[in-house]
Nanobody
Framework: VQLQASGGGLVQAGGSLRLSCAAS????????MGWFRQAPGKEREFVAA????????RYVDSVKGRFTISRDNAKNTVYLQMNSLKPEDTAVYYC????????????????WGQGTKVTVSS
């Protein structure tokens, strides 16, 4: 299984970006996908997760109302729409796939993408 994350870049505060995570090598019908981020000098933290089979979602409190995780089953791709970006959202964003259930707990994920960098200027 390979996860290819893309869509990062430099944006001004208040702007938007959409991250994509394309999965190959397996079609996911159960489990979930998650987005995590790691800012310089900080631990990796959970951002959002989505269940493949019922589209249940979870968000960290700091992004609720601003970020939306969604999926395109036909493309085996998960998206993270990020609106009203803030400088504190600056980080490398990683997508991850979990074969069973879905979770906010990073160590429980089975596959990880390479990360895409998001920089929000003030």
């Amino acid at each position: 299984v390979q996860l290819q994350a893309s869509g990062g870049g430099l944006v001004q505060a208040g702007g938007s970006l959409r991250l994509s995570c394309a999965a190959s090598g397996r079609t996911f019908s159960s489990g979930g996908m998650g987005w995590f981020r790691q800012a310089p000098g900080k631990e990796r933290e959970f951002v959002a997760a989505l269940s493949w089979n019922d589209s249940d979602t979870r968000y960290v409190d700091s992004v609720k109302g601003r970020f939306t995780i969604s999926r395109d089953n036909a493309k085996n791709t998960v998206y993270l729409q990020m609106n009203s970006l803030k400088p504190e959202d600056t980080a490398v964003y990683y997508c991850a796939a979990k074969l069973w259930y879905f979770s906010t707990y990073a160590p429980s994920y089975d596959y990880w993408g390479q990360g895409t960098k998001v920089t929000v200027s003030s």
